[in-house]
C-alpha cells in the first residue's frame, strides 16, 4: 500500500493509481537530484571539479589507488575517458599517477591531499544539506526514510545486479 501527497491510501492492484504513483515518483526523484546536483555544484565549481572529476577524486578517496582502467571501470567510462579526466586531475594537483614496478604498462593514480580536501569539502555540503533536512522532520519521519532509503538501496543494487547477469548471459 502506498500513499499520495494527499495521504490516500493506494493500492497496488490498481494499475492507474500505481502508475499515477510511479510517475510522481519519478518527477520527484528527478527534482531532488537536479536541486542536490544544484546545490552542490556551486561548491564544486569553486574546485573546478565537473561531476566526473568529482566522481573519479571520490572513488579515489575511498580506494586510495586504482589503475587507469580500475578507474574507467568504476566511472563507467572508456579509458580515453579516464585519461582525459586523470590529465585536468594531475595538472591541478589533485591526483598524481605512477608506474607499476612488476608491469611498467600498469598506470596507478593516487588522490593527494589536496584532491582528498577537495571531496571533503563537497561531501561536506551534502552533509550540511541533509542535516537541514533531517532536522526540518520529525524523529518518525527521520527513522521512516532511512530505512526507506536503505530498502531502495537494497532492491536498486538487486536490480542492477540483475540487470548486469543479463547482460553477460546475452553476450
Not at 589503475?67 to 579509458?79: F, N, Q, W
Not at 589533485?94 to 608491469?103: N, Q
Not at 604498462?105 to 580536501?117: D, L
Amino acid at each position: 500500500m502506498w500513499t499520495t501527497r494527499r495521504e490516500q491510501p493506494v493500492e497496488t492492484s490498481d494499475p492507474e493509481r500505481f502508475e499515477a504513483i510511479s510517475k510522481e515518483l519519478l518527477e520527484l526523484s528527478d527534482r531532488m537530484s537536479a536541486t542536490m546536483f544544484r546545490f552542490t555544484a556551486r561548491q564544486m565549481n569553486k574546485d573546478d571539479l565537473s561531476p566526473n572529476r568529482f566522481n573519479a577524486l571520490r572513488a579515489l578517496r575511498r580506494d586510495e589507488e586504482l589503475t587507469m582502467s580500475g578507474l574507467a571501470e568504476r566511472l563507467k567510462v572508456s579509458t580515453a575517458a579516464v585519461t582525459s579526466i586523470v590529465d585536468k586531475l594531475e595538472a591541478e594537483g589533485l591526483v598524481h599517477r605512477a608506474r607499476s614496478k612488476e608491469d611498467r604498462r600498469q598506470v596507478f593514480v593516487q588522490i593527494t591531499p589536496r584532491g582528498a580536501e577537495a571531496v571533503k569539502r563537497v561531501i561536506d555540503v551534502r552533509g550540511d544539506l541533509f542535516r537541514y533536512m533531517l532536522k526540518n522532520v520529525s524523529p518518525e519521519m527521520q527513522h521512516n526514510w532511512l530505512e526507506l532509503s536503505r530498502e531502495i538501496c537494497r532492491l536498486l543494487d538487486k536490480k542492477v545486479t540483475e540487470s548486469e547477469q543479463d547482460t553477460k548471459a546475452g553476450q
